[in-house]
């Protein structure tokens, strides 16, 4: 038994009041909670305890609200890493790509030059050449050889004019022979 000076324990079945205070904690633990009341009666202010399972509740809940934002970090930061990754590949590939197109163009620029320096210019030099080689005489010359050997040729055809011409070798009017697309016309809205 207790006794109000002695610190043991007796062995033995608890004192009725005892029983008593802790059925009444049960009771109150497992009383629905009214509404908008404070609930004014505390279980432990009788039986000396702390009120264990309730303050289980609150650590589990405490523990719960603490672990939910470190999942949450967690998941933020695993998808922010998977964010620099994807940015990573992206700004990789937008590099790739713009090295390549100025390799390409790089390359169009060789190739250009090299066309230029094996092609053009020395076409163009020849063709100077030749023009420079020749007086202005024999420039007149070869014109009018041109167009002797033109005027000779018309008349073995029989005809020098335009208005008389053969259809089968020129036909100036081939592509007019549908008119109605060129003309004009006002439509009343």
């Known amino acids: 038994m207790h006794t109000a000076g002695s610190s043991e324990t007796a062995p033995g079945p608890p004192p009725a009041a005892e029983l008593c205070q802790h059925k009444l904690c049960q009771r109150c633990l497992t009383a629905p909670a009214r509404s908008n009341t404070a609930n004014t009666f505390d279980c432990s202010r009788f039986s000396g305890k702390t009120n264990t399972s309730r303050h289980w509740l609150i ?5 719960r609200m ?15 890493s998977i964010l620099d990754r994807e940015n990573y590949f992206v700004r990789e590939v937008d590099r790739y790509l713009r090295h390549h197109d100025f390799l390409n163009l790089r390359k169009k620029e060789i190739l250009y030059k090299k066309w230029l320096e094996d092609v053009s210019e020395p076409l163009l030099w020849k063709i100077e050449d030749k023009m420079d080689s020749q007086s ?3 420039i007149q010359k070869r014109r009018e050889e041109q ?27 081939f592509l007019k022979t549908c008119t109605d697309c060129w003309k004009v016309g006002w439509f009343m809205l």
């Open 147 to 173: 167009l002797s050997l033109y005027l000779n040729y018309c008349k073995k055809k029989g005809y020098v004019a335009l208005e008389a011409y053969d259809p089968s070798e020129y036909d100036p009017l």
């Open 59 to 63: 650590q589990k809940d405490f523990y």
């Open 66 to 80: 603490k672990a939910a934002p470190d999942e949450s970090r967690d998941i933020i930061a695993s998808a922010q």
């Open 136 to 138: 202005r005489e024999e």
